[in-house]
């Protein structure tokens, strides 16, 4: 019997949790009340995504929630459909589980995933979305938080030319020197789970 590699849990390495760092943040929700948060992410990007939220803050572009994904065990679905803004989460690729995905580096934030949603032809993720430029919370092309990221090196899910648009999603392309950092103990993570999942 095969299990799906996807579905095992993966364990982070110890040199890359190392890296993690825990930001509180301030934000107004969509009852324009004042709220603080926490997001993880790695420290390379610490002064990127403070700033980020300075101007989100300064904005009043509201957020229903800032919570690290560990509030919903890791669950990538049960955090967005909580319209949770977020950023770590020791995950692969959704189409990939041989790559770890830039979440799982702590190198890319979710933003408002009811507002901005992952669309793929009739698949919208969280199924309750709706993406209206109009709304508030949304990101567009033009949005001075969409600018702020770009300007700063970060690649917006909206702009991609694939079968999908994930308008929610953030990330930073992590380079060979980041990657090599963690390389071997991250091969030893996904080895160890493409062997359990041959069981």
């Known amino acids: 019997m095969q299990n799906n590699p996807s579905s095992i849990p993966l364990q982070p390495p110890q ?10 943040v301030k934000f107004f929700d969509f009852n324009e009340e ?8 790695h420290k390379t990007i610490q002064k990127d995504i403070q700033e980020l939220f300075d101007l989100i803050y300064e904005l009043k572009f509201p957020l229903q929630s800032v919570l690290p994904v560990s509030e919903f065990n890791y669950e990538d ?11 770590f989460n020791f995950r692969t690729v959704a ?14 934030v979710d933003i408002n995933p009811v507002q901005n949603p992952y669309i793929k032809g009739d698949r919208v993720l969280p199924e309750s979305a709706v993406y209206d430029e109009a709304e508030q919370g949304t990101l567009s092309i033009d949005h001075p938080i969409t600018q702020f990221m ?3 090196g970060y690649i917006w899910g909206g702009d991609w030319d694939k079968s999908y648009l994930d308008y929610q999603h ?8 980041f990657l090599s950092e ?6 030893e993570v996904l080895e160890n789970r493409r062997k359990y999942s041959s069981f």
């Open 15 to 24: 040199i890359l949790l190392d890296d993690i760092v825990s930001v509180q």
């Open 34 to 41: 004042e709220k603080v948060g926490e997001i993880e992410i």
């Open 77 to 87: 679905d049960a955090s967005m459909n909580a319209n949770n803004t977020s950023a």
């Open 95 to 108: 189409l990939d589980p041989s790559r770890i995905s830039n979440h799982g580096y702590g190198l890319a």
């Open 150 to 152: 770009k300007k700063r």
């Open 170 to 177: 953030f990330h930073k392309e992590p380079d060979l020197k």
């Open 182 to 187: 963690y390389e071997s103990e991250i091969a």
